[in-house]
């Protein structure tokens, strides 16, 4: 079936009692057995299962095409329990840019654990290479990555990461399954946060991994899920399937204006580099035309003026709201160094924008009247 199909019925059927069409919401975290102490459905505990996620979590391995999906509390957890499924002493491969809350993850709480971990330039599939060590057992993509929207080949990295033994999981956060499915580019996990473009309306916080096989280290990442707990709630996981059902309207109409804002952004002269890989001069452009179905709807900017022009252009915009994260289906703006905090290696000239479904010429007449606000003295 196809994605728009799938995202309205996966996991969903009419209850069977009351024939409600829409999904209700199971509080209960006990499930009742019989007389003879056996359990009468097929719930026992809700850290354990429950149906809402139960629901979610077989949408989300239907759109990914991958053999289970298991959900978190957050997309940073869902990352954890990748990581922690690995073992003191084993060898992670990830990207110089890689969204902050993974690398806050990967060096203040993995490496302390035991892992150990090397940061390499995921464009270049020789430097991924000559970085493998006999004890790799994971090479963590991201792409397109945060904030540059760099682009990496998913098929040549699965073929790396298995030619040394490894897995290869991709955070396909920014893509979704419907523009992008490293499953079947090879990868072994795809990686969401779901407080993104599953939510959609910028008002959950959760993640999701998915996996191709149900192999010992799947299994693990699911034991993880139940014995570490965390776990979404009903409600959350409520919530995202029913956000779930307009991913792919959401997503076409999001990809379709970021396409727009990219290409007029190109042509302000206060705005130089435009990070989006939608654009024929982005370095990864070819590249994303193969591996992707879309580009995607968060991209950057480079303003000429540096740190105080971005500062301007952010302070002078009406409809954007100044927020980080992204995905939701209103227009986000921010700088995105002030966002990451000390330590940050983003450019202090650099501005993220997450577009969302509003008509293509407010959003475009809102940026205009910005960068003429900014070229007032
Ligand atoms: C936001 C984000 C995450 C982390 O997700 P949370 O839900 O905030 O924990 C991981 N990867 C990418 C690419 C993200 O943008």
Excluded at 54 to 59: G, Q
Excluded at 209 to 230: C, F, K, M, N, Y
Aim: charged fraction near 15%; include cysteine.
């Amino acid at each position: 079936m196809h994605f728009e199909t799938l995202a309205v019925h996966a996991g969903r059927k009419p209850d069977p009692v009351s024939g409600a069409v829409a999904p209700g919401i199971t509080l209960s975290t006990v499930f009742a057995r019989d007389v003879d102490s056996q359990a009468m459905g097929d719930y026992n505990y809700a850290r354990v299962d429950n149906p809402n996620r139960h629901a979610l979590e077989s949408c989300l391995a239907q759109l990914e095409g991958g053999v289970t999906a298991v959900a978190f509390s957050s997309g940073v957890a869902a990352s954890a329990a990748v990581l922690f499924a690995l073992r003191p002493g084993d060898h992670v491969l990830a990207p110089l840019e890689l969204y902050v809350g993974n690398r806050l993850l990967l060096n203040n709480e993995l490496t302390p654990w035991g892992l150990q971990i090397s940061f390499v330039d995921f464009t270049d599939l020789d430097a991924v290479r000559a970085a493998v060590t006999p004890a790799t057992r994971l090479l963590w993509a991201e792409t397109p990555s945060n904030p540059l929207l760099e682009v990496s080949d998913i098929a040549g990295l699965a073929d790396i990461a298995h030619t040394a033994g490894a897995v290869l999981a991709a955070d396909n956060t920014f893509a979704t399954p419907i523009l992008q499915s490293p499953l079947a580019l090879g990868a072994d996990y795809a990686v969401h946060s779901s407080s993104k473009y599953f939510g959609g309306h910028s008002d959950v916080i959760g993640g999701a991994v998915i996996a191709r096989e149900d192999a010992p280290l799947t299994q693990r990442i699911r034991s993880h899920q139940i014995t570490a707990g965390g776990i979404p709630a009903p409600f959350d996981c409520w919530l995202l399937l029913r956000s779930l059902a307009t991913l792919p309207l959401r997503i076409r109409t999001q990809t379709a204006n970021a396409q727009r804002l990219a290409e007029f952004l190109t042509t302000q002269p206060a705005v130089g580099r435009v990070h989006y890989p939608g654009l024929p001069d982005h370095p990864g452009h070819t590249l994303a035309s193969q591996q992707m179905r879309g580009y995607g709807a968060v991209l950057s900017l480079r303003m000429r003026g540096g740190k105080p022009a971005a500062l301007q252009l952010v302070s002078k915009v009406r409809l954007f709201a100044r927020a980080t994260s992204l995905g939701g289906v209103e227009s986000l703006i921010e700088h995105r160094a002030s966002s990451e905090g000390p330590g940050s290696t983003t450019p202090e000239n650099l501005i993220r924008i997450s577009v969302g479904i509003e008509h293509i010429d407010d959003l475009i007449e809102d940026l205009r009247q910005a960068l003429v606000a900014c070229m007032e003295p």
